[in-house]
C-alpha cells in the first residue's frame, strides 16, 4: 500500500485517495464477505475477506502518512481490546465476578503488549461461566466507557453507536443498548402493541396527506419492528434480507412463468400477476 500511495511512481488513483473517499468501500467489502458466507462459497470467501483486509491497510496507511497511527497500532489496540474483554482467559476461569471489570481494565491495561494473554496458560469454562460471558462484556464496556467519561469523552448508554450504520442496523444497536439499562417492554406484548399504535398513527397522517409526517410515523413503524426483532432475539437486517431474496425468488418466478407463454409483464394486469405470484408461491410450500 505505500508503494500504490508513493508519489513517485505509485498508483494516480490510490495517491488521491482519502479517508473519506475509500470509507464506503469498507461498508461494500464487509457485506460481500457476509455475502460468501451466506452462500457458503468458501472459495470466493478468502478473496473478500482480503479485499475488507485491504481497508483497513489503506486506512492506517493514510494514517501514519498524517502521522497519526499505524497499521501496527491498530494491531495492538484490538489485542488490549481484547485482554480487557476476556479476564476469564487473561486472569483465570474464575474472574467473572462482578469485580471483573476493574480487574480487567486496570490490570490489562499494565499488559500493552498482550503477554498475559499470550501467556499458555491453559483455562475451563463451564456452561455457567459461559452464560456469564455477555453480562461480562457488557460490564466491561460499561467501564471502558466510565473511563471515557473521566478523560471528558461522552458518557451514555446509546454512545458508540455509529450514525452511519445502516439505518435498520443502527435502530436495533440502539434499542438493544437502551433495554441494557432498563429502558425496555417488560414482555414482548408491549413491543407488539407498540407496533400497532404506530401503525395506527401512520394511517392517520396517510389520509391526511402530509408527506413529512407520514415519513417520521413510518420510521417510528421501522424503528418499532426493529425493537420487535430484538425483544424475540432476531436480527432484523438479517429478516428483511431473508424477506428481499424470498420475494426475489418469487418475482423471477412469475417473470419466468410469463416467459414460458411469450408474454411481457408490464402488459399483464395486476389481478393476473397476482394470480401467478399465488401460483408460484404455492409451489414453494
Known amino acids: 500500500m505505500a508503494r500504490l500511495r508513493d508519489p513517485h511512481g505509485g498508483c494516480p488513483w490510490d495517491q488521491q485517495q482519502t479517508h473519506e473517499t475509500i ?27 482480503g479485499d475488507l483486509l485491504l481497508q483497513v491497510v489503506y486506512q492506517a496507511q493514510l494514517a501514519q502518512e498524517a502521522g497519526q497511527f499505524d497499521l501496527a497500532t491498530v494491531a495492538r489496540m484490538v489485542t488490549e481490546k481484547m485482554i480487557r474483554r476476556h479476564p476469564h482467559v487473561t486472569f483465570g476461569p474464575d474472574v467473572l465476578g462482578d469485580d471483573v471489570a476493574e480487574k ?4 490489562g491495561q499494565g499488559d500493552t503488549h498482550g503477554q498475559t494473554a499470550l501467556s499458555g496458560k491453559e483455562t475451563e469454562t463451564g456452561e455457567a461461566s459461559i452464560a456469564a ?15 471515557s467519561a473521566a478523560q471528558g469523552k ?11 450504520l445502516p439505518a ?25 402493541a407498540k407496533v400497532h399504535e404506530e401503525m395506527d398513527e401512520f394511517s392517520i397522517e396517510l389520509e391526511a396527506g402530509d408527506k413529512a409526517r407520514m415519513q417520521d410515523e413510518l420510521g417510528d413503524v421501522l424503528f418499532s419492528l426493529a425493537s420487535l426483532a430484538r425483544r424475540l432475539d432476531m436480527d432484523p437486517e438479517a429478516c428483511l434480507r ?16 410469463l416467459a414460458e407463454d411469450g408474454l411481457s409483464m408490464q402488459d399483464q394486469t395486476v389481478e393476473t400477476l397476482d394470480a401467478i405470484w399465488n401460483e408460484v408461491k404455492r409451489t414453494e410450500a
Not at 470509507?23 to 475477506?49: C, G, M, S
Not at 461522552?154 to 452511519?164: D, S, Y
Open 133 to 147: 460471558l455477555p453480562g461480562q462484556w457488557e460490564k466491561l464496556k460499561e467501564q471502558e466507557r466510565r473511563t
Open 104 to 107: 480487567s481494565v486496570v490490570e
Open 242 to 257: 431473508q424477506a428481499c431474496d424470498k420475494f426475489t425468488r418469487r418475482f423471477e418466478g412469475v417473470e419466468a412463468r
Open 168 to 192: 435498520l442496523i443502527r435502530a436495533s444497536k440502539i434499542a438493544s443498548r437502551a433495554a441494557r439499562v432498563g429502558f425496555d417492554w417488560p414482555e414482548v406484548e408491549g413491543v407488539v
Open 23 to 49: 470509507a464506503p468501500y469498507a461498508i461494500e467489502e464487509a457485506y460481500e464477505v457476509l455475502d460468501a458466507i451466506t452462500r457458503k462459497d468458501w472459495q470466493a470467501f478468502p478473496d473478500e475477506l
Open 154 to 164: 461522552r458518557l451514555g448508554a446509546l454512545a458508540g453507536v455509529p450514525p452511519q
